[in-house]
């Protein structure tokens, strides 16, 4: 059966700093693997995808992710945090085959002035 | 874009009443979804519908029900509500591999 691990459920970072909110799967098939993030008070929105082809994606707001297979990891980045990050960051994987997600627990990112 | 919408943000039930969470999507997507979302649980899948009329169960899909009778709308039903089903409902749609689309979230309590 699929499995999401988001290990970290709350992550302080300062403005400026580096930041990696991890991401690990679980599944015996070929995967899909996405980050979401949730503003508060608001619904998730797809923060990057990865589906195939190259494994590092990037989203337009300075995120990436890079897509490991021997580490079954799927992890978030981002070199310099702002303010406006602050939210909650969920993990999905998706089987091939199949459209349905299994989401992580969530992250929450607090950006710290 | 794509625009999911809740009928409510914020909904207080009394324990046994029938409620109905309501989700119309507009651009004809075959697939929907609905979760719930709890602390420290994250998103769990209720159930979910490939198309019109069809459904499937998820992984909690106790104590709830679906309805698809138009592609663009997916309504969930708690047929006798109790506290344990208080919880932020989201809605979701998506075509083909695109990602989901959620709705902002029906904030549901139970009394």
């Known amino acids: 059966a699929q499995s999401v691990t988001q290990l970290d459920s709350q992550v302080p970072v300062f403005e400026e700093a580096p930041v990696e909110l991890r991401c690990n799967y679980s599944?015996?098939?070929?995967?899909?693997l996405f980050w979401y993030v949730q503003y508060p008070n608001q619904g998730l929105q797809l923060l990057l995808k990865?589906?195939?082809?190259?494994?590092l994606v990037e989203s337009i707001n300075g995120f990436e992710a890079e897509f490991n297979k021997s580490q079954t990891s799927f992890h978030l980045r981002k070199p310099s945090v702002h303010i406006s990050d602050t939210a909650e960051y969920f993990c999905?994987?998706?089987?091939?085959?199949?459209?349905?997600?299994?989401f992580g627990t969530g992250t929450r990112l607090k950006v710290l002035a | 874009d794509v625009k999911v919408t809740q009928s409510s943000r914020y909904l207080v039930k009394r324990t046994g009443e029938k409620v109905f969470l309501e989700c119309v999507q507009d651009?004809?997507?075959?697939?929907m979804f609905w979760y719930r979302q709890d602390p420290g649980l994250g998103l769990r899948l209720i159930y979910f519908?490939?198309?019109?009329?069809?459904?499937e169960k998820g992984d909690i899909p106790e104590g709830y029900s679906v309805s698809r009778e138009k592609k663009e709308r997916f309504s969930l039903i708690l047929e006798s509500a109790s506290t344990n089903q208080t919880s932020m409902y989201l809605c979701?749609?998506?075509?083909?591999?695109?990602?989901?689309?959620f709705g902002s979230g029906t904030r549901l309590t139970v009394v």
């Open positions: 979701a749609s998506s075509h083909g591999l695109s990602g989901y689309t």
């Open positions: 599944s015996s098939v070929s995967v899909y």
């Open positions: 990865y589906l195939s082809g190259s494994t």
């Open positions: 999905a994987v998706s089987s091939s085959g199949t459209y349905k997600y299994i």
């Open positions: 651009m004809d997507h075959e697939n």
């Open positions: 519908s490939y198309d019109v009329k069809m459904k």
